[in-house]
């Protein structure tokens, strides 16, 4: 009885630490083209938000195509935020802003990273490349300023490398 007790709580800590990566993928039959998604659970953030951000969650999603050369990444939030301390990127469009963000990886490495928003998305998304980051990992935390409230999350990335790699099968990479 003792063993199952502490198998059982073995496995909930597990579940609770080690979000599965899932892939998407969909075909466009006009271009002819693949689109594949490599996507983390949704986590919150280490310390919760005030309203109206209190549910507010956020998830890494790398995606290729077989009509670009290259893999991108983004934060992906549950709900449209306000992120503060960006800067107007009219080359990009007029809602759209450029943000200097800062990734913590579990060996230490911290990386500064390039993304942007557009106001009316949901999605910060990465211009470096941070996908061959991710794949030699096991977790990374993000800060964002989110309506004047440093937001910290820190997404797990143990599951990422064979989900990262089938994404881009995939897609030919």
């Keep these: ?66 009509e670009s050369p290259f893999a991108q990444g983004s934060f992906r939030f549950s709900i449209n935020p306000t992120l503060v301390g960006g800067h107007p990127d009219y080359t990009r469009g007029p809602l759209d802003s450029t943000y200097d963000l800062k990734v913590r990886f579990d060996n230490g490495k911290l990386l500064s990273i390039n993304a942007g928003k557009n106001a009316t998305k949901k999605d910060v998304v990465v211009y470096s490349n941070i996908v061959s980051e991710v794949r030699n990992k096991y977790s990374l935390k993000v800060k964002f300023n989110i309506y004047d409230q ?11 490398r064979k989900t990262i790699n089938k994404m881009l099968n995939v897609c030919n990479k």
């Excluded at 440093?150 to 990422?160: N, R, W």
């Design 150 to 160: 440093d937001a910290l999350y820190e997404i797990d990335l143990e599951d990422s």
């Design 1 to 66: 009885m003792k063993y199952l007790i502490a198998a059982m709580i073995a496995l909930m800590t597990t579940s609770a630490i080690a979000g599965p990566w899932e892939l998407d993928q969909s075909f466009d039959q006009f271009q002819e083209t693949t689109t594949a998604y490599a996507y983390s659970d949704e986590v919150e953030p280490t310390e919760a938000l005030g309203y109206p951000y209190d549910t507010l969650k956020v998830r890494l999603v790398m995606k290729c195509s077989t």
